[in-house]
T-cell receptor, first 111, second 114 residues
Framework: SQQGEEDPQALSIQEGENATMNCSYKTSINNLQWYRQNSGRGLVHLILIRSNEREKHSGRLRVTLDTSKKSSSLLITASRAADTASYFCATATGGGNKLTFGTGTQLKVEL | NAGVMQNPRHLVRRRGQEARLRCSPMKGHSHVYWYRQLPEEGLKFMVYLQKENIIDESGMPKERFSAEFPKEGPSILRIQQVVRGDSAAYFC????????????FGQGTRLTVV
């Protein structure tokens, strides 16, 4: 798999349900970040988790990081129609903040 | 504090013309990154710049593409003699510095080559 590959590629759920997206990567990282992109728009930063952290929360978002398995998950609880978007994980390695993005998960939340 | 500003939002160029994409980072940010996104794909890193310096251009095509971040003014991504395959969304991000810092993205410039 690529560095920062999301699974599933697409996810369709009902409003109020939880959505879980997974990301796998190959090399050692400094941190892993999750972004949201609405159709045709720029990226919105959601959450950053450092390599020495295992779990992080922000509002309805919960991110986990397992460096031994080189994987991360993003959980969106009590989803809303406005959460419909593409979600990308991105890994930062080495110096600077150069990010390697995955191919993204397209989430659709239906009323 | 305005976010990362990119212009133009949309750019149409004929094959063989030049495209200039501009990016003004967030106030106080001295690190700029350019990414390219093809339809239905994730973003691909192109180049990382600090003021007056190119730090990492490993993702930039060797020919026709260049980038600069002058002491004054925005960062510029320049594509000479554009071809249809250059059609994509180009995103700029900025951050305060190196290490574990958040990168903020602009809205992107959508380049269409006709």
């Amino acid at each position: 798999s690529q560095q920062g590959e999301e699974d599933p590629q697409a996810l369709s759920i009902q409003e109020g349900e939880n959505a879980t997206m997974n990301c796998s990567y190959k090399t050692s990282i400094n941190n892993l970040q999750w972004y949201r992109q609405n159709s045709g728009r720029g990226l919105v930063h959601l959450i950053l988790i450092r390599s020495n952290e295992r779990e992080k929360h922000s509002g309805r978002l919960r991110v986990t990081l397992d460096t031994s398995k080189k994987s991360s998950s993003l959980l969106i609880t009590a989803s809303r129609a406005a959460d419909t978007a593409s979600y990308f994980c991105a890994t930062a390695t080495g110096g600077g903040n150069k990010l390697t993005f995955g191919t993204g998960t397209q989430l659709k939340v239906e009323l | 504090n305005a976010g990362v500003m990119q212009n133009p939002r949309h750019l149409v160029r004929r094959r063989g013309q030049e495209a200039r994409l501009r990016c003004s980072p967030m106030k106080g940010h001295s690190h700029v990154y350019w990414y390219r996104q093809l339809p239905e794909e994730g973003l691909k890193f192109m180049v990382y710049l600090q003021k007056e310096n190119i730090i990492d251009e490993s993702g930039m095509p060797k020919e026709r593409f260049s980038a600069e971040f002058p002491k004054e003014g925005p960062s510029i991504l320049r594509i000479q003699q554009v071809v249809r395959g250059d059609s994509a969304a180009y995103f700029c991000a900025s951050s305060e510095g190196q290490g574990v810092t958040e990168a903020f993205f602009g809205q992107g410039t959508r380049l269409t080559v006709v």
